[in-house]
């Protein structure tokens, strides 16, 4: 049975986000989200047939002919037309997990009830979640303000009839989809399509499933981290309790504990070491790692905060008797905080990849490439390449887009926040994370197995007993990208604690 989220009802969290972007919900519309639905749209309805002065995006057009006024019986033509003619978003598919996040963050968004839309029309973005019906939208042509303008028209042209969905597992026109369900296209009445494509969800959407993967790469992090240590014969030392309270950094403390719980019981890490010093990219795994933790927390918290708020425009005060045109739509918190995570996030790469090098050096008692026979085999010479040209790819993608802005609309939208590219490179960034930890997580049990019969930790044995059950101890030359990719399967499907 799947869970069922009443949308409206109380706040999104990151623990109702992830069954939301893999489908294991029901959506229902709330009674009081339709009562807030109902009052606003009422509002809007009387507001427009008594009064004379344009209001703007609903009696008038969009962006820098604000100035057009609109008849009163074009007004549902108007909004048909907006969104058609804002369908311009192109590229790459979007993935159905985040087109799932965008159909779920605009329904919770509209159903606030500050945007003006029909009830009729919220449910209609429910069912199309709930049936899996998802619209086919394309990553780029947002500039992350005025909304995601172009992602935003694609995901809602089904709804009126255009456009393409995925349903029942093939690329179908819409029109097909909707005439198979028994459903009427949606008929757009004033201010309604601007509520719809006027917002940050496709931004949002990106910006929580960056999330929920940043989440679990950060505890993967310290997990291979510390499998490395202990197949380098590293020194403990540096993650004790005194050391990290006198600079007690959150993320920082975090991180050396859990450095410390996954070795406990370790044969390796408390022997006799030679060495007196680690490098730095074991020894500050806590001032690395934890300041990415930091910064993961932070951007959660502004995620958190968008996804919860009403960021269409003009936005309707029922209550205050006021429509007020703003400027909740631009999506700078958003760009400022993914380039953030996306520096943070590159970070773990970064550190990552050293360690994997340091591991095939030949030092402390390892063979070079952790290979039986070097020379004659390369070993696990390749991988750190690969790894290697994905940190250096990561630090293009770490450019900031915030810093950008291109005048659009003749002039009427002056600055934005380019908050759209910098949510697709920042996953970009992370489908990387995931392979440098693959291969530093191949690297670090090689080496590990050759320190046999000394043991690891309980904790890592376990682990390390689950992965080889997918791949085994690499003994010479074989076809390595599909250890790598067998090993990038096994991280992204673990449940690891």
Known sequence: MK???YTGNS????????????????????????????????????????TESPVYGITTGFGSLCNKSISHHELEQLQKNLIMSHACSTGDEVAPEIVRLMLALKAYALSL???????????????????????????RGSLGASGDLAPLSNLF??????????????????????????WEPIKLQSKEGLALLNGTQFMSAHGVWAMLKSFKLSKLADLIGAISLDAFDGRIEPFDEKLQKIRPHRGQIETAANIRAILDGSELILRNKEHVQDPYSFRCIPQVHGATKDAINYVANVVLTEINSVTDN???????????????????PLAL?????????????????????????????????LVAKPGLNSGLMIPQYAAASMVSQNKIYAHPA?????????????????????????????????RIFAIELINAAQALDFRRPAKSSPYIEEFVAKYRNEVKFIGKDKVMYKEIEATLEFLRNGDFQ
């Open 3 to 5: 869970k069922i989220y």
């Open 11 to 50: 706040e999104l969290t990151f623990d109702i986000l992830e069954p939301l972007a893999n489908g294991d919900c029901m959506l229902k519309l709330s009674a009081r989200a339709k009562k807030h639905i109902e009052k606003c749209r009422n509002y809007l309805d009387e507001k427009i047939k008594n």
């Open 113 to 139: 009830g500050y945007s003006g839309v029909h009830v009729e029309t919220v449910q209609r973005i429910l069912d199309f979640y709930n049936n899996d019906v998802l619209p086919v939208v394309y990553d």
């Open 157 to 182: 042209l089904p709804l009126i009839g255009e456009g393409e969905v995925n349903f029942e597992d093939k690329r179908q026109k819409s029109s097909a989809a909707l005439k198979k369900l028994g």
């Open 314 to 332: 003009p936005t309707v005060f029922a209550e205050a008797d006021r429509i007020i045109s703003g400027g909740n739509f631009h999506g700078q």
């Open 337 to 369: 905080a993914f380039d953030f995570l996306a520096i943070a996030i590159a970070e773990l790469g970064n550190i990552s990849e050293r360690r994997t090098a340091q591991l095939i050096l030949g030092n402390r008692s390892l063979p070079e490439f």
């Open 402 to 434: 915030s810093v950008d802005s291109i005048v659009s609309s003749n002039g009427q939208e002056d600055h934005v926040s380019m908050g759209a590219n910098a949510a697709t490179k920042l996953l970009k960034i992370i489908d990387n994370i995931e």
